[in-house]
């Protein structure tokens, strides 16, 4: 938008989208759950063993913890190249 024309703005640009991203869609987790929906990578909850239904149900177990630990951990990642 500015006019910047630099492959470092544009690479952390890209760590700070995919950071919102995972936040946003972690964030938005408890209101789609509601409508009975999941965004969540299926691969990393079938790792801990827990399922679209314990989402939906509310579930708080340590594994949906995880679940949710681990996403939130590759935001984390993604700011960690972007400092």
Request: contains cysteine; aromatic residues 4%.
């Given at each position: 938008i500015?006019g910047v024309?630099?492959?470092?703005a544009?690479?952390?640009?890209?760590?700070i989208g995919k950071?919102q991203g995972?936040?946003?869609?972690?964030?938005a987790?408890?209101?789609?759950s509601?409508r009975?929906?999941?965004?969540?990578?299926?691969?990393?909850?079938?790792l801990h063993?827990v399922?679209?239904?314990?989402?939906?149900?509310?579930?708080q177990?340590k594994?949906?913890?995880?679940?949710?630990?681990d996403?939130?951990s590759?935001a984390?990642?993604h700011?960690e190249h972007?400092r």
């Amino acid at each position: 938008i500015l006019g910047v024309r630099d492959i470092h703005a544009d690479h952390a640009a890209s760590h700070i989208g995919k950071a919102q991203g995972i936040v946003t869609c972690l964030r938005a987790t408890p209101y789609h759950s509601t409508r009975r929906k999941v965004f969540l990578p299926m691969d990393v909850c079938m790792l801990h063993g827990v399922s679209q239904e314990d989402f939906i149900r509310c579930k708080q177990e340590k594994n949906v913890r995880d679940v949710i630990y681990d996403i939130a951990s590759q935001a984390h990642i993604h700011l960690e190249h972007v400092r």
